[in-house]
């Protein structure tokens, strides 16, 4: 099951199109040890884009208020710290400190109408209606 592993973290409802919302998961790391993994999810119509939340300038979260993560025109992820901008479908910087460089992706799936993240081992600390509604899937 380890190469299959798929976990629903919200329904595509919870994120209006065109918009961006933040969550804080608990990783399984190599050695076991549980770890926290705050990610960006953006939602484009049906699409939907996963990246960790980690400037790649100095490792700060995106948001500088807690789901701000687009620019102002809503076009772009933008850090609030030091206003770098990132093209929404790639996670590449097209402007500031660390253009040229990209957001760590996140693999994210829909399934059902769950928006979920795969291949990678999430502590599951709470059963909420959560990985139930994926993990047959894959």
């Not at 609030?80 to 760590?104: Q, R, S």
Request: charged share 25%.
């Amino acid at each position: 099951m380890a190469t299959d592993l798929v976990y629903a973290i919200c329904r595509m409802s919870d994120i209006p199109s065109q918009r961006a919302q933040g969550f804080q998961l608990m990783r399984v790391g190599d050695d076991g040890k549980e770890r926290a993994w705050p990610i960006i999810v953006v939602r484009w119509g049906r699409q939907v884009f996963g990246y960790e939340n980690k400037c790649p300038h100095d490792g700060v979260n995106l948001d500088w208020e807690r789901n701000q993560f687009l620019d102002p025109n809503g076009m772009r992820l933008m850090c609030g710290k030091h206003g770098a901008l990132f093209e929404l479908g790639t996670g590449m910087c097209v402007d500031g400190p660390c253009k040229g460089h990209w957001l760590n992706p996140v693999p994210l799936a829909v399934l059902d109408e769950d928006i979920c993240v795969v291949g990678v081992q999430l502590a599951e600390d709470a059963e909420e209606d959560g990985p139930d509604a994926c993990e047959e899937a894959g």
